[in-house]
């Protein structure tokens, strides 16, 4: 069996209900643990619904997602969404505390569990400006903080909850480079065991993950490393000088 975390898609084709034409079709690729996956590709090409068929909030039309060589429609509910913490490309905050918000997915976190999570995430500054830090409360949808704060909350979230498999969707695109870079080279050693799915707009952003997978019209036209994809892609060449 593939190790825990691993994710398989094995000739996956997915069409939204009510559509005539697919919007992936024939995706196979597998994302190791320890390892980063990276997903580019234009907009509309169909990065979102791939990685929405991971924590089943779409079942794929034909062909199978296995976890850890499980197919995704074994492993139950409460077994996906232990092991799968998703960073959504509009991430969500709920009408409630920080605290609470943070361990929607780790019930169990203890406060400086949370703490840690939030250094992770570059947010220790401005949870502790807060007026009762921890216990500050969100409003509904999260408005009363900035884009780039909720974005960077819902990385905490996700870190606190320890899984095997990190699914980022365009997570980073509200930071400015700096905290960027700072927040990317923080996540290395708490995601070094787990498969990192990352789904990227900037080319700059994922050029050091272990293999890309260029998606185009819901294809994989193209995977490789960076340097392999300059040399083989004519796709990937125009996503980099665009
Ligand atoms: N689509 C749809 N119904 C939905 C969501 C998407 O019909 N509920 C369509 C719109 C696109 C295609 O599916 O034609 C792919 O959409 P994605 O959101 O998966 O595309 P991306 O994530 O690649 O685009 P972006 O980079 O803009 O986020
Ligand atoms: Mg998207």
Redesign the pocket.
């Known amino acids: 069996l593939p190790e825990p975390g691993t994710v398989e898609f094995k000739d996956v084709t997915f069409g939204?209900p009510g559509?005539e034409a697919p919007?992936l079709s024939g995706i196979s690729f597998t994302a190791k643990p320890g390892q980063t996956t990276a997903i580019i590709?234009?907009?509309?090409?169909?990065?979102?619904?791939?990685l929405n068929l991971i924590p089943r909030l779409y079942d794929a039309t034909e062909g199978e997602i296995l976890i850890g060589g499980v197919p995704l429609k074994e492993l139950g509910r409460e077994a996906i969404s232990r092991n799968i913490s998703a960073v959504p490309?509009r991430p969500y905050l709920f009408s409630g505390t920080i605290a609470s918000n943070l361990r929607f997915g780790a019930q169990d976190a203890s406060d400086e569990e949370l703490w840690e999570a939030l250094d992770i995430a570059q947010s220790t500054d401005f949870v502790t400006e807060r007026e009762g830090q921890l216990e500050s409360t969100i409003s509904q949808g999260g408005t009363n903080v900035s884009g780039g704060q909720r974005q960077r909350l819902c990385i905490a979230r996700a870190l606190a909850a320890k899984p095997m498999t990190y699914l980022f969707d365009?997570s980073f695109s509200a930071l400015d480079v700096n905290t960027d870079a700072k927040l990317r080279a923080a996540l290395a050693e708490p995601t070094k065991d787990a498969a990192v799915i990352i789904?990227a707009?900037r080319v700059s952003t994922i050029t050091e993950a272990d293999q890309i997978l260029v998606?185009d019209h819901g294809e994989i036209v193209a995977r490789g490393t960076h340097e392999e994809l300059l040399e083989s892609s004519e796709t990937y060449q125009e996503i980099v000088t665009s």
């Open positions: 939204y559509a919007v590709g234009s907009t509309g090409a169909g990065k979102t619904t791939l490309q365009d789904v707009q998606l």
